[in-house]
């Protein structure tokens, strides 16, 4: 038995290498072109227009395939409260919002389905491949003594608020082993996080056609578990002593009740003292996760999480391996967070099984609730708005006022408080160009006549 537990993940890595392969890769521009990209000089958010208008087009027609009871049990409030309904367990009355797949005709799951194909990733057998391999895995559970708790059809779809390219709104998709909450606004992506993801066995041949073809075999998270293997594989001992937590993890710590409760103080081995091979295989190990979100918006957080490896931490705690109960290991970024952690199995007992969490401080819930760094803000505790934050160089950063002004003017500023724009506007909103900033911090001022000025910092990159 103890063969079993241990010859799995090297099976799995085997597996794996494939996909692997063009996953490590930087994404092939055919691949980008299958979607609507962002544009690298000009976007507004971390995806274009179009390609969120995709996503509010395929939500639009599920919706109107639905009764009027359906839809008010899919559209819920944009709140605190129901953004964080989501859970890595089986599900339950009340663990979740929306509608179930297996309660839908065939036709109306697969218009839900559309709608997370077109807010998710396509790059080296992420994003949406990885949800319908997750939901594969339960069927598989279903037919080795799981029960009726499990299955591909026990699977929720929520709006949380109207999907419209004004305004806020997130999807949420999910049920056990997954956990998808994508935030949007006004027509741009401000956060595909928290995203929890597992599965139970590690490798499998569907049995059946309800997700996969029948015969194809499935290795959820591989990618992930061969990246964490390869990162921490590839410490030298010290290295590997000065990574290593005292404490022992049988689960991810910012699961569902983790919301806003990362440490004060990052732990383990900073990128600072990696090296540039080393630091590749952090973001190789970033890459599974980042690319579950839409392709543009995945190329655009890695870009930006690749800026703050200095000062990203790489830990772990059990034997290092990531082949027994309780190894674990945590990636802890300024803005990132990435947990992996190897339970004991449910249903396969004599296997391991996988949990992982990826969140980032700024952007949970489009940052709107939670959030813990510099990012995106939430208009309702705001008197503006400013997002994306942090933004590319060259991209216009969308200012939006909590209510119509007669009469306002923005400055940006560096932090030497030396000018460097400024303009005039009426309404709720407008436009402030980064075109020839450096990389760094700057002040945006917004004053509204007879009012004081009200100031965010906004980073660019």
């Known amino acids: 038995m103890k063969k079993l537990v241990f010859l799995a993940p090297l099976l799995l890595a085997t597996m794996a290498s494939d996909k692997l392969g063009s996953l490590f890769e930087a994404p092939q521009p055919e691949a980008v072109a299958a979607r609507p990209a962002a544009r690298p000089t000009a976007a507004k958010g971390t995806k274009s227009a179009a390609t969120v208008a995709d996503v509010v087009t395929a939500a639009n027609a599920f919706l109107a395939s639905l009764s009027t009871a359906q839809q008010a049990t899919l559209v819920q409030t944009f709140n605190q409260t129901n953004v964080a309904k989501w859970s890595n367990l089986p599900v339950s009355n009340g663990s979740r919002l929306g509608l179930r797949l297996d309660a839908l005709t065939a036709a109306q799951q697969t218009l839900a389905l559309a709608v997370v194909e077109a807010a998710t990733g396509t790059v080296g057998g992420e994003g949406f491949r990885e949800i319908q391999e997750i939901r594969a895995a339960d069927d598989n559970l279903v037919a080795n003594g799981g029960g009726s708790a499990y299955g591909s059809g026990v699977y929720l779809i929520a709006f949380l608020g109207q999907p419209s390219l ?38 499998f041949t569907t049995a059946n056609a309800n997700v996969l073809p029948t015969g194809t075999v499935v290795t959820p998270l591989g990618n992930e578990a061969t990246a964490i293997q390869a990162l921490f594989a590839g410490l030298t001992t010290a290295q590997r002593t000065t990574a290593r937590l005292s404490q022992t993890f049988t689960d991810v710590v910012l699961g569902p009740n983790g919301n806003g ?9 900073p990128g600072s003292q990696l090296t540039a091979a080393q630091q590749t295989l952090v973001m190789n190990a970033l890459r599974p996760w980042v690319l579950d979100a839409d392709d543009a918006t995945g190329a655009q957080l890695l870009s930006y999480y690749e800026t703050q490896l200095a000062n990203t931490y790489i830990s772990y705690s059990g034997t290092g391996l990531f082949t027994s109960n309780a190894d674990y290991a945590r990636i802890d970024g300024p803005n990132v967070w990435i947990e992996f952690v190897c339970q004991s199995g449910v249903i396969y007992r004599n296997q391991i099984h996988y949990h992982s969490i990826y969140r980032d401080r700024a952007r949970d819930y489009g940052g709107n609730f939670y959030t813990t760094a510099l990012g995106t803000q939430a208009a309702a505790t705001q008197a503006f708005a400013v997002y994306p934050n942090p933004a ?5 950063l969308q200012v939006q006022l909590e209510t119509p002004a007669a009469s306002a003017t923005y400055t940006l500023r560096n932090m030497l408080g030396q000018r460097l724009s400024s303009g005039a506007f009426s309404g709720s909103s407008t436009e402030v160009a980064t075109t020839g900033l450096a990389i760094g911090t700057y002040l945006l001022s917004i004053e509204v006549a007879g009012q004081s000025p009200m100031t965010r910092k906004v980073l660019v990159y």
């Not at 409760?261 to 081995?269: D, E, I, K, V």
């Open 166 to 203: 004004t305004g806020t709104w997130m999807l949420q998709f999910g049920g056990h082993h997954l956990a998808t909450n994508i935030c949007y606004r006004n027509g741009y992506v401000t956060g595909p996080t928290p995203k929890f993801e597992a599965t139970e066995p590690l490798t």
């Open 261 to 269: 409760q990362f440490p004060t103080t990052r732990l383990g081995l």
């Open 392 to 396: 590319y160089a060259g991209s216009s």
